[in-house]
């Protein structure tokens, strides 16, 4: 099973950050290069325990649908979200929020935001090799990319 860890500190209060990583508006904002769009499920606003959504992407030229389900909410400490129907074998996703102290106008109130992944492509072996030379780096551009997006809505707020 692929894996990776990314951390990153946000110039602002972990309540503001935790909300931001459940809005369904920041993640799209987040995917504009993907094209992406809800499809199903919560369509607005933040979303909570239990609730669905469903992704349309393009990735690699082909479009692609992930439903989601967030689960162990744990305001504004922690919450995850897996793929419950999707191109993935498996995939989770385990959001943590920490305060931390930064050097800004924020007042010293910052979050360090820490992202767990785990993935598996299908097809057996073949997947595991998709994963290793490509799917992981891809990731890791995402959920850096979907980061930007979230640290830059914090600042604007």
């Given at each position: 099973m692929g894996s990776f860890v990314l951390e990153r500190t946000i110039a602002a209060p972990v309540e503001l950050v935790f909300a931001l990583s459940l809005d369904v508006g920041v993640h799209v904002d987040s995917m504009t290069t993907h094209a992406?769009?809800?499809?199903?499920?919560v369509r607005a606003g933040r979303m909570a325990d239990g609730d669905t959504v469903t992704w349309s992407a393009r990735h690699f030229g082909i479009r692609f649908r992930m439903t989601s389900l967030v689960f162990d909410v744990d305001a504004p400490h922690t919450f995850s979200d897996r793929q419950v129907r999707g191109p993935f074998a498996v995939f989770r996703h385990?959001?943590?929020?920490?305060?931390?102290?930064?050097?800004d106008a924020t007042g010293g109130r910052g979050t360090l935001m820490r992202d767990e992944i785990e993935f598996r492509s299908p097809f057996g072996p073949l997947g595991r090799l998709v994963d290793v030379l490509v799917m992981r780096r891809h990731l890791i551009r995402l959920i850096e990319q979907r980061n930007d997006t979230l640290a830059a809505r914090a600042a604007g707020t």
């Open positions: 992406e769009r809800i499809v199903d499920g385990r959001h943590s929020f920490a305060p931390v102290a930064v050097a």
